[in-house]
């Protein structure tokens, strides 16, 4: 399932256990903010813990999250991810389409709500953050080869940028799709 300690690639197994909305905002939180609770996660969310309970549980069958034993009470579980990066190759996600399709849209609509999060947050982050900020959509024309070398290119440039251990946690939010004619 892994390809390192920090990715995990999906297969039609572990697909299951990522297509739902609540899991993916979940495995996000957990790992951009760090270990926490069901409860915890649930306040963030706007969920009961039972329903935050429920998939962390889930997402730990598959192997997504794993309890952390050195944070955890009795009467409190604690939950990390497993790995801080998943990714879905072209060809798994032929193998499962409707799976593949649910996990994407969930993706899609948890990017879309750290948007929404981070523009209602503007007035409240320095001038330069404000600045900073970028939102945009370039539409260009490339045939699929160029379109899978700007991917790689891209990937190489953030993981260029994502190495250092100052500055502000920031989402770099991209997508390459091709848009239909009509």
Avoid at 19 to 41: D, Q
Avoid at 170 to 181: E, G, K, M, R, T
Wanted: proline share 4%.
């Amino acid at each position: 399932m892994t390809d390192g300690e920090e990715t995990v690639a999906l297969d039609p197994r572990t697909l299951r256990g990522l297509a739902h909305p609540l899991r993916v905002r979940l495995l996000n939180l957990l790992r951009e903010r760090g270990p926490s609770t069901a409860s915890r996660l649930g306040e963030q969310l706007g969920q009961s813990s039972g329903a935050t309970s429920y998939h962390l549980r889930q997402l730990a069958q598959y192997g997504f999250v794993t309890e952390d034993a050195e944070r955890g009470t009795a009467r409190e579980r604690w939950w990390r991810a497993a790995q801080q990066r998943t990714v879905l190759t072209p060809e798994q996600g032929r193998q499962s389409w409707e799976l593949a399709e649910g996990y994407l849209r969930a993706v899609a609509q948890a990017d879309f709500q750290r948007t929404e999060a981070a523009i209602a947050n503007l007035p409240a982050v320095s001038r330069e953050w404000q600045d900073a900020l970028y939102l945009g959509t370039d539409i260009l024309r490339l045939a699929p080869d160029r379109a899978a070398e700007l991917r790689e290119r891209m990937s190489a440039l953030v993981a260029e940028y994502g190495g250092g251990a100052d500055g502000d946690r920031v989402a770099v939010q991209w997508q390459i799709l091709p848009l239909s004619d009509s």
